[in-house]
């Protein structure tokens, strides 16, 4: 299975940091927030990563080259101006699923979580497997209630967070026409028709999204308890 690392998005919160820098290599507890993914993927097994880049990916690039350094194999989709998460996946559909592999990994490249990805295998009834969070406080709504069963609903129950980690199927965006698409209408449409898994994390999670945020992470990662 491939793993896509969502890195396309202009990072226009963590202004002025991202200015000059695109907002995956901004670096905490000494690394790019990005190389923090690759080295959990390659904990995990994967080998094949996809990066879909925008805002100044010639930098993440020429920061990662082909992965080898990394001991992983490394191939862009550059976008231009971003495509929004669902028209990024579509866009680097065929480098994800070009084995006639159907399942893949998406993770958002501004987030920063201890989740061991060995835990994550494809439903067998479902077109994807979301992983979700208690609410950290700057979404304290949540956005999907984890059902006995494994489902998901949208409104009932006690909300949690998704943490912009899945394991996502091709058929949710084979038949989408080219262009900026968001992830969540596509989720919320399979998720009313009853394929949507998800599984819980009780471990570490943080979205970067903020200059303080990533001063959180970096000394989280400093003191040694990450």
Known sequence: M?????????????????LTTPKPLLTAGGKPLIVHHLENLKRAGYRDIVINHAWLGEQIEQALGSGEAFGLSIRYSPEGEPLETAGGIQRALPLLTDQDEDWFLVINGDIWCDLDLTFLTPPQDADALLVLTDNPPHNPKGDFSL???????????????????????????????????????????????HRVKALSHTGQWMDIGTPERLQQLDTLLAGGSA
């Open 147 to 193: 059902q006995d069963d494994g489902s998901i609903r949208t409104t009932d129950g006690q909300r949690q967070t998704f943490t912009g980690i899945s394991l996502l199927h091709r058929r949710l965006f084979e038949n989408l026409p080219p262009g900026t698409m968001k992830l969540a209408p596509i989720l919320h449409e399979a998720i009313a028709e």
């Open 2 to 18: 491939k793993a896509m690392i969502l890195a396309a998005g202009k990072g226009e919160r963590m202004r002025p940091l991202t």
